[in-house]
């Protein structure tokens, strides 16, 4: 549930930052936004063994690292952030996280097993 929250406040962030670019001065709030969901991501793709899901995600986070802001040509800064809403929309579809299966126990009784 926390990946999907993520993936949605990174969205949207991304669409606030497309949409209303010379409007306000967000790029701290949209570096914080966008790199706290792609440590997510990050997570999420290596917990599903997705590497290069998981060095994507790295990328995106070192480049909206919101200690070290690296400021962009408006025009770069536009399409990287066309790009990274991309990204991030196609993980919604591509990165299911499935759940692992809890250890069966031994203490369970399986049909056909004999008592000690």
């Keep these: 549930m926390a990946n999907e929250i993520a993936k949605y406040v990174s969205i949207a962030a991304l669409l606030a930052a497309v949409l209303l670019r010379g409007l306000l001065d967000y790029r701290v709030v949209l570096a914080f936004a966008i790199c706290w969901g792609a440590i997510v991501m990050v997570r999420q793709a290596a917990l599903a063994q997705k590497y290069i899901w998981a060095s994507a995600f790295t990328l995106i986070a070192i480049l909206f690292n ?15 952030d066309v790009i990274c809403l991309t990204a991030f929309a196609a993980s919604l579809l591509l990165l299911k996280f499935q759940p692992k299966l809890s250890m069966p126990s031994i203490t369970d009784r399986t049909p056909g097993s004999e008592s000690l």
Excluded: G, H, Q
């Design 66 to 80: 919101p200690v070290w802001m690296v400021r962009f040509p408006a025009m770069f800064s536009l399409w990287l």
